[in-house]
Nanobody, 122 residues
């Protein structure tokens, strides 16, 4: 059974940093896109970042502040978040297994983690 488990969320002050991790089990995602989405209260779940092969893509609000990386040997994807802002407050979800490319739509992913809360105080 495939599982994605996020960790690393928490409470941080504006300007601070957090590093999220997502460990996958049940199959290898080495050749598949793995991404991060987030959902703030009352909002739709939105794309944050995706990694596939040697390529990455980011949503405009996080460009230059967030960095996605992965360790295929550990079947794990990371999201380094710097210069955090209160508007980054959300539950962050890991997603995997769109077929190829740098997908930005929720429906392109087959597997999801349970989410980890990130709260940025002003």
């Amino acid at each position: 059974q495939v599982q994605l488990v996020e960790s690393g969320g928490g409470l941080v002050q504006a300007g601070g940093s957090l590093r999220l991790s997502c460990a996958a089990s049940g199959r290898s995602f080495a050749g598949s896109p793995m991404g991060w989405f987030r959902q703030a209260p009352g909002m739709e779940r939105e794309f944050v970042a995706v990694s596939w092969s040697s390529m990455t893509a980011y949503a405009d609000p996080v460009k230059g502040r967030f960095t996605i990386s992965r360790d295929n040997a550990k079947n794990t994807v990371y999201l380094q978040m710097n210069s955090l802002k209160p508007e980054d407050t959300a539950v962050y979800y890991c997603a995997a297994d769109a077929s190829y490319g740098l997908p930005r739509l929720r429906q392109q992913y087959n597997y999801w983690g349970q989410g980890t809360q990130v709260t940025v105080s002003s």
